[in-house]
């Protein structure tokens, strides 16, 4: 009798821990990629999506779709390889009585009806990436005006080190005659970017939108800096950056209006390593910017 109690008793134990197990592995693996923040009481919800390859649309006008993203219509695309970039040595900055000469390259499209596009650049790159990956040209191909700069040092520009940063991009945009640009700053370009939108001076000139892409020195900043930013902000990072992506993220994240976007299977270059994914988010967030 005694024997069949305890035999009784350890296949109970037995089936409670394997339905412990099997629970455990079910609640793992629901787990969802909604990712929730609260700000201040108030309830922000950003999407971290992963991108696959896609099939390009197959008619005209198509709007097909990946996940809650649109692909960028095939039209598009055809067009911008028709597209030239237009490249201006000498210009230069007055910057806090220092004259600067920036290279930077252009293209716009035949019929302007778009947003002005500022596209900064890493530690190791330039604004030949963005020429070299079609973003300027694709952009054009949108409707918008697509500029991409040397940043001081780097590329063609000469070094200056000396130069504020903040009024380096007051001096480029205004310059430059970017009417309420979207900045795209991936990596170094942070020491750049992040210190302008966090300053007075660019709500002198406004902004239409922000991109971070993994940007350094986000730290410098607190939670209540970031809370105050009122840009529309798309923070893109790659699935593979698992440093600098992530430290990034956490910080810029407490930005209210603002959308994560993982790319899968990218590095920290996100934009370089998935190029084609890169564009999609872009046209996305410049249609709802444009739409707004």
């Not at 609640?27 to 390009?56: A, C, G, Y």
């Not at 991936?186 to 302008?196: A, E, K, Q, T």
């Not at 809370?227 to 910080?251: A, E, H, Q, W, Y």
């Amino acid at each position: 009798m005694n024997k069949t109690l305890l035999k009784s008793v350890t296949i109970a134990t037995v089936a409670l821990v394997i339905y412990w197990y099997y629970q455990s592995y079910r609640n793992q693996s629901s787990q969802t990629e909604l990712i929730m923040s609260d700000h201040r009481q108030q309830s922000h919800s950003w999407k971290k999506v992963s991108f696959p390859r896609w099939p390009r649309p197959k008619q005209k006008n198509q709007h097909e779709k990946t996940g809650d993203f649109i692909l960028i219509p095939g039209e598009i695309i055809e067009f911008s390889k028709d597209i030239k970039v237009q490249m201006k040595d000498n210009f230069f900055l007055d910057v806090n009585n220092t004259k600067l000469n920036i290279f930077y390259r252009e293209s716009v499209a035949e019929q302007l009806s778009g947003l002005n596009i500022l596209l900064l650049h890493g530690q190791m790159f330039s604004s030949q990436n963005w020429q070299d990956l079609q973003t300027l040209q694709i952009l054009a191909a949108m409707g918008h005006r697509a500029v991409a700069i040397d940043l001081p040092g780097y590329g063609r520009s000469p070094k200056n080190d000396e130069v504020d940063k903040v009024l380096l991009m007051e001096a480029v945009i205004e310059g430059l005659h970017l009417d309420r640009p979207v900045i795209v700053s991936p990596s170094m370009s942070g020491r750049f970017s992040l210190p302008y939108i966090m300053s007075e001076k660019k709500s002198k000139l406004g902004l239409s939108g922000f991109v971070p892409v993994a940007p350094v020195e986000t730290e410098q900043f607190s939670v209540r800096d970031y809370n105050r930013v009122s840009i529309p902000t798309m923070i893109i990072f790659g699935s593979k950056d698992t440093t600098l992506g992530l430290k990034s993220l956490n910080d810029l994240r407490n930005i209210p209006i603002s959308e994560i976007c993982e790319i899968k299977g990218a590095t920290h270059p996100a934009y370089l390593d998935k190029p084609d994914e890169f564009h999609m988010l872009m046209y996305n967030f410049l249609k709802t910017l444009t739409n707004n």
